[in-house]
């Protein structure tokens, strides 16, 4: 069974940056992401990234960036200039081969974790 365990959540004023990291208990997946669900929203995506490269949400372009180490199994999140609309439950989700077009969709990750809070304060 593949574990996913995020940390690096917490909070912080408007205009501040975190980095989430999520470690993967194997290798052998394709395609990563990160989604966040924000209290009495659906889970969206934010950024995902796979051996071709990235693809990013329209509202966090320029401010997130995905990235991973093969070496270490782990995947980050840095994020940047964030507001208070950031503010959500963060998970971090793996499977295998996704077509780009679908890697910011929920339904096409079979493996996820538990999830970390941001909380953005303005």
């Known amino acids: 069974q593949v574990q996913l365990v995020e940390s690096g959540g917490g909070s912080v004023q408007a205009g501040g940056s975190l980095r989430l990291s999520c470690a993967a208990s194997?290798?052998?997946?394709?395609?990563f992401a990160w989604f966040r669900q924000a209290p009495g929203q659906g889970r969206e995506g934010v950024a995902a990234i796979d051996r071709a490269g990235r693809k990013y949400a329209d509202s966090v372009k320029g401010r997130f960036t995905i990235s991973q180490d093969n070496a270490k199994n782990t995947l980050y999140l840095e994020m940047n200039s964030l507001n208070p609309e950031d503010t959500a439950m963060y998970f971090c989700a793996a499977g295998g081969v996704i077509c780009v077009s679908s890697q910011l969709s929920p339904s096409r990750y079979s493996y996820w974790g538990q999830g970390t809070q941001v909380t953005v304060s303005s």
């Open positions: 194997e290798s052998t997946l394709r395609t």
